[in-house]
């Protein structure tokens, strides 16, 4: 079985200042990992995936996730957030099919 | 535009009734995924097809939900006998396969069903 946490389930920050979103994961073979965005009332934009290879992956929108299998973690970054990244962000981790999602994190980016 | 679509957008309806939702995907993709998002929450997957084939099904999904994919291409999900508890956005996705599994997920803007 595989399940994903997102420890925080909501982020405020600053408009320019970086921000990083948690996510663990657990899993009993090897996983692809995910994040996605979601504007309100849309569906979800893929930001990133880790496949294999390199654990720093970068994004569109100029984020960037590293993976770490030890501490079974997949935390997306940015170094200066913009008004507009305001929406909710997901995990997922998948095998080889469906994707197993966190519970969100909604970021809210103030002036 | 060449991206998944769903429709209806919105769908109200009254305890009881029967509804359908209609899920077009990414022409050339040939798995399709139906996942359920209540609010607050993340994505919940209910089912896929890989061409016409459903072969994954979530405990989720219960005898008054039914999903198809007749032809490999456009899918449907039926939820009959709507109760309150099934108000949520339904969402879909598609992909295209190999053999290595690790396709990306193209999501549609999603269904949402309100149930009075």
């Known amino acids: 079985a595989q399940s994903v946490t997102q420890l925080d389930s909501q982020v405020p920050v600053f408009e320019e200042a970086p921000v990083e979103l948690r996510c663990n994961y657990s899993s009993s073979v090897s996983v692809y990992l995910f994040w996605y965005v979601q504007y309100p009332n849309q569906g979800l934009q893929l930001l990133l995936k880790y496949l294999s290879g390199s654990t720093l992956v970068k994004g569109i929108n100029g984020f960037e996730a590293e993976f770490n299998k030890s501490q079974t973690s997949f935390h997306l970054r940015k170094p200066s957030v913009h008004i507009s990244d305001t929406a909710e962000y997901f995990c997922a981790v998948s095998g080889r099919s469906k994707l197993t999602f966190g519970t969100g994190t909604r970021l809210q980016v103030t002036l | 535009d060449t991206g998944v679509s769903q429709n209806p957008r919105h769908k109200i309806t009254k305890r009881g009734q029967n509804v359908t939702f209609r899920c077009d995907p990414i022409?050339?993709?040939?798995?399709l995924y139906w996942y359920r998002q209540t609010l607050g929450q993340g994505p919940e997957f209910l089912t896929y097809f890989q061409n016409e084939a459903q072969l994954e099904k979530s405990r989720l999904l219960s005898d008054r939900f039914s999903a198809e994919r007749p032809k490999g291409s456009f899918s449907t999900l039926e939820i009959q006998r709507t109760e309150q508890g099934d108000s949520a956005m339904y969402l879909c996705?598609?992909?295209?396969?190999?053999?290595?599994?690790?396709?990306?997920?193209?999501f549609g803007p999603g269904t949402r069903l309100t149930v009075l």
């Open positions: 022409s050339e993709h040939n798995r």
């Open positions: 996705a598609s992909s295209l396969e190999k053999t290595s599994g690790s396709g990306e997920q193209f």
